[in-house]
C-alpha cells in the first residue's frame, strides 16, 4: 500500500479548487498509483485501468470547484473512480477468468511454486467476490480508508458496508481456506 | 470503566490489525481473544487473510511523467473540442519551468489546440525511441541557436540542474527525459520543414514519426537525423554517445555529408579528435538504467562514478590518494541511498568514503 500524506492532500486540495496547476500536479503523482490499482482490482486489465485512471483525474479536475474541502479529498477522487469502474463493467460484461497476458506473475520465477499458486488463488478469490462486495474489502484493505469513509465513497449506509465487509472475509475464507490452515 | 458494550466483529478486528485500536479497545480484545480457543483461530484467520492478500503481485504503475503529459494532451484536447464544456484553460504543455532565451512571436492559441490533438495521436501511434549524451558547455550553442533560431520561432531551454531529472513533451508529441545536469533547446514549435533541438549533457528521445519532417538532435558536433524513433544521447567528458532503441536514425559529423547508420540496438561513439566509432550492439539495460532511477556500472573508474554521482546528488568529491581514482567498480545501484551505495563501494574497493553535508572525501 502506498502511504499517504493527508495533510498535504488536504493542503492541495485547496490549491486544486483555485485551479492551481503544481498542486494538481502533485496530487496526480501522489494519487496515481492508488487510483490505477484500485482500478485495476476491478477491470483486471492494465490497458483499461490506466485509461480509466486518466479519465478518473481529468473528471477531477473538471469539477475541482466544486470540490467539498470537508470531506475527504482522496474520498471524493476515489468516488469519481468508484462510478466510473461500475460503469465500465455494466458497459462490458465482466470476463471472468482474466486474459493470461494481463496477469503478470512471472511464470518463470520458479523460487517459490507455492507462493506463486497462492497469489493466483488470492487474485481470483477476490475477483469472484460481487462487485460491491469487492470495492468495499479492497477499499477497506488496500487503501486503507475506514467503514464511514467507505460508506462515502460507495453512497451506501454504513451498516451495508459491514455487511458487505463480513461477507467478503467469509468467502475469500472459505476459498483461500487451503492457504490458511 | 466500560461505557458501552462493544461488539467483537470484523470491523473491531480489523482495527486491531491495523493497530488503530486504543488501550480500551486493546484491552478488550486481549479478554475476547483468551476467552476461548476458537476465538483464536478466528483471529489467527483472519490476519493471515489479512497479510496474505497483500501479497499479490500488481502490475507496474504507468509512468508518472508519459500519464502527465497524456492527461494535460487530454485537457487540451477538451478545451478545444468543446469549449462550452472545459471550465478551466488546458494546462501547459511544457511540463517543467522553462526558461524563454529568445522572444520572438509564438503562434496563436487556436492553433495550438489543434497541434497537440495531433501530437497526442502521434505520440500514441508512432511513438519511437533513442539516447543521446553530451557534456562540456556547449562552444557549439550559438552556431545552434542561429540553426534553430532560424526557423522564426522562439526557443526555450529546459535546464534539469544536478540532482533533477525532466521531461518534456514537445509540440510534435515527442517525449524528452532530460538526464541530471542536462540542457535541450527547443522552438516553441516546429517549422514546416524540420525538428531541430539542441543537447547538453544526456537525454532519451521518443520521437512522433513525421517522415516529412525530419527530427534533428545537435550535441556537441554531431548531428543525429530522425523520422520517428527512440534513442539516448549522452555527451560527457567531450564524448557524445548515441544509442538507438527503436527504429533507425543517420548522425553526422557537422559540416560533414558522411553520415553513419545505426540499427536497432546499436551505439557510436563520436570522440573530438578520432571521430565516430564503428557502431556495435551495445547493453540497453546498462545505457539506459539511469531511466529506472539506477546507477549502472561496468569496470567503470571510480574517477568516473563519483562524476557521476556528484551530479545526481550535487555533491563535491575530493580525492585525497590519486591511485583511487582508477580502481574499477561494476554493478547495479539504486538511487535512493547515497550512503548505502558509499558502504557498498568502500566494502568492495577497501576505501574510505566521508559524506559531509555535500562534501565527499575519498581517502
Not at chain 1, 27 to 53: C, G, H, R
Request: one cysteine or more.
Amino acid at each position: 500500500m502506498i502511504k499517504i500524506d493527508n495533510a498535504r492532500v488536504l493542503f492541495l486540495l485547496r490549491g486544486i479548487k483555485q485551479k492551481d496547476e503544481a498542486a494538481f500536479k502533485e496530487f496526480f503523482f501522489l494519487m496515481q498509483p492508488s487510483i490505477f490499482y484500485y482500478l485495476f482490482k476491478f477491470v483486471y486489465n492494465k490497458a483499461t485501468a490506466e485509461d480509466l485512471t486518466q479519465e478518473t483525474f481529468i473528471k477531477f479536475w473538471l469539477n475541482a470547484d466544486r470540490l467539498d474541502l470537508t470531506l475527504s479529498g482522496k474520498a471524493y477522487l476515489y468516488k469519481i473512480a468508484h462510478n466510473l469502474a461500475i460503469n465500465h463493467s455494466k458497459r462490458k460484461p465482466q470476463t471472468s477468468a482474466y486474459d493470461a497476458e494481463e496477469h503478470h506473475l512471472n511464470k518463470s520465477d520458479k523460487t517459490n511454486m507455492d507462493y506463486v499458486f497462492l497469489l493466483d488463488d488470492y487474485q481470483k478469490a477476490v475477483n469472484s467476490l460481487p462487485e460491491r462486495c469487492r470495492a468495499v474489502f479492497v477499499l477497506c484493505r488496500f487503501d486503507g480508508f475506514e467503514y464511514s469513509e467507505i460508506a462515502e465513497i460507495m453512497e451506501i449506509s454504513l451498516q451495508t458496508v459491514k455487511n458487505q465487509m463480513s461477507k467478503a472475509l467469509a468467502v475469500l475464507r472459505k476459498r483461500l481456506q487451503s492457504h490458511l490452515n | 470503566m466500560k461505557l458501552m458494550p462493544q461488539i467483537i466483529d470484523s470491523q473491531f478486528l480489523i482495527k486491531i490489525i491495523k493497530s488503530e485500536a486504543n488501550q480500551e479497545e486493546k484491552q478488550l480484545f486481549e479478554n475476547w481473544l483468551n476467552e476461548s480457543d476458537e476465538n483464536k483461530e478466528e483471529f489467527g484467520t483472519l490476519v493471515l487473510l489479512w497479510k496474505k492478500v497483500a501479497d499479490s503481485k500488481l502490475p507496474p504503475i504507468p509512468d508518472q511523467d508519459i500519464q502527465w503529459a497524456k492527461l494535460q494532451n487530454q485537457l487540451a484536447k477538451l478545451n478545444s473540442v468543446e469549449p462550452e464544456e472545459a471550465k478551466y484553460p488546458p494546462l501547459k504543455v511544457v511540463v517543467p519551468e522553462t526558461e524563454l532565451i529568445s522572444k520572438k512571436k509564438i503562434g496563436e492559441k487556436k492553433d495550438y489546440g489543434w497541434i497537440l490533438k495531433v501530437a497526442a495521436v502521434f505520440v500514441i501511434l508512432f511513438s519511437i525511441p533513442l539516447l543521446i549524451y553530451i557534456n562540456k558547455n556547449s562552444k557549439s550553442a550559438h552556431r545552434v541557436k542561429q540553426i534553430i533560431s532560424s526557423q522564426t520561432e522562439s526557443l526555450y531551454s529546459l535546464v534539469a540542474g544536478k540532482g533533477e531529472r525532466k521531461t518534456i513533451l514537445l509540440s510534435d508529441g515527442s517525449l524528452v527525459y532530460l538526464n541530471v545536469d542536462s540542457k535541450l533547446i527547443y522552438p516553441a514549435r516546429f517549422t514546416d520543414s524540420s525538428r531541430v533541438v539542441e543537447l547538453i549533457g544526456e537525454a532519451y528521445f521518443s520521437i512522433s514519426h513525421d517522415a516529412s519532417k525530419p527530427f534533428k538532435v545537435i550535441c556537441s558536433n554531431t548531428i543525429t537525423v530522425v523520422k520517428g524513433t527512440e534513442f539516448n544521447i549522452k555527451n560527457r567528458n567531450d564524448l557524445v554517445r548515441i544509442l538507438l532503441t527503436k527504429g533507425i536514425v543517420e548522425t553526422f559529423e557537422k559540416d560533414s555529408n558522411k553520415g553513419i547508420t545505426l540499427k536497432k540496438g546499436e551505439m557510436v561513439t563520436f570522440d573530438e579528435k578520432i571521430g565516430f566509432s564503428k557502431p556495435a550492439k551495445a547493453n540497453i539495460k546498462h545505457f539506459l538504467a539511469w531511466r529506472k532511477g539506477k546507477f549502472s556500472f561496468s569496470h567503470t573508474p571510480l574517477e568516473d562514478v563519483m562524476e557521476e554521482i556528484s551530479r545526481f546528488y550535487n555533491v563535491q568529491v575530493v580525492f585525497r590518494n590519486p591511485a583511487e581514482r582508477s580502481k574499477n567498480i561494476t554493478g547495479v545501484f539504486d538511487t535512493d541511498s547515497l550512503e548505502h551505495i558509499f558502504s557498498i563501494i568502500s566494502l568492495t574497493l577497501d576505501v574510505k568514503i566521508d559524506l559531509n553535508g555535500s562534501k565527499v572525501i575519498v581517502q
